[in-house]
């Protein structure tokens, strides 16, 4: 058996003079380094098939972390929401040529720096729309139906004193998504299923789909009862999602963020929902995590996950492999799977 594998590895290399570059030897060389803990799984696999390098072992300055392993031998970052490639360590790594991301969105990065220093880029999408849009559903019942409130109810023994008292009804409601991207539609799709209207905000209206468009998210706002955002961060979309957008939502309206943080302007969103003028939210994701307004601690109307859209075992595992796959694919000088740039 041994012979005959090796005898077939000897000839696909004579075939194909990139899958030399594959081989265990050559990738095990390549220096890629982890900026912060991930998932374990990623880890492994990295640590498996390439020289890997974990940041966070370093107690000092990314700059004293990078002259004692010598920033020149890395030619790959992997990084994710927390920790991406700031156009510090792009400049700390002369021999980078491939951010990995281990998240589909890409605000942890400097797009720009990398684009200039012809810095290859990947991401994670598709595999982890599922999961963020059921999240999305999830809140949303969350808050209307209560779920932690009314599970706590029971937990604490006050059923036996008293009926829990009426919720808010989900079917049927008017929904109004900021980004109909990949997880934007996955959303709507869900959302359709449950008798709800849908209607969208995007820099151009989509020829695919055929929800009600608006040019300008206020009129959104206005329109719908449950405004999700779903948009990617950028400098154009940070918060987005300010007093005027809350104010045309209402007191009745519920504001769902499993984009990021920043598309929220938290103070203004905290004091919405003290005043009154805002129904409720539920929010994945916040300005500074994992720091999360106190104020919103004692809020019924509040439904809070830790950043965890697109935590599932089977969604980690699958933007793993994805980026395992892209970093073999550009070492072989392959195409990247999902290329950003
Ligand atoms: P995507 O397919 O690229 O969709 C991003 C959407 O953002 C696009 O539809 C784009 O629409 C819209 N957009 C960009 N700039 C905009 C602007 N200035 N105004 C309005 N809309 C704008 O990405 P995706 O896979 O759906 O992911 C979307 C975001 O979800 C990611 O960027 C990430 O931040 C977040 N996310 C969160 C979690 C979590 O754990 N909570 C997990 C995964 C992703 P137009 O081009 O038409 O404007």
Redesign the pocket.
Known sequence: METSHHTTQQTEKEKDPNLEKISGIEMKSIGVLMTCPMHKYLEQQLETHFNLFRLWHCNSSITEFLKTHQGNTIRAVVGN?EIGADAELIASLPSLEIVASY?????KIDLRKCEEKGIRVANT??V??D??AD?AIGLILGVLRGICASDAYVRIGKWKDADFGLATKFSGKSVGI?????????IAKRAEAFGCSISY????Q?PFASYKFYSN?IDLATSCQILIV?????E??RH?INREVIDALGPKGILIN???GAHVDETELVSALLEGRLGGAGL??YENEPEVPEELLGLGNVVLQP?????TVETSDAMADLVISNLKAHFSKKSLLTPVI
Do not use: M, Q
Request: with cysteine; proline share 2%.
């Open positions: 929401t998240s589909v969105g890409l605000d999408p598709d982890l729309t999961d963020v999240l900021v980004g109909l991207g990949r997880i934007g539609t996955a905000f995007s820099r151009s989509k998210i779903a948009c990617a961060l950028t154009e979309t987005i499993i984009g990021r994945d994701v950043h965890v859209g697109s935590d």
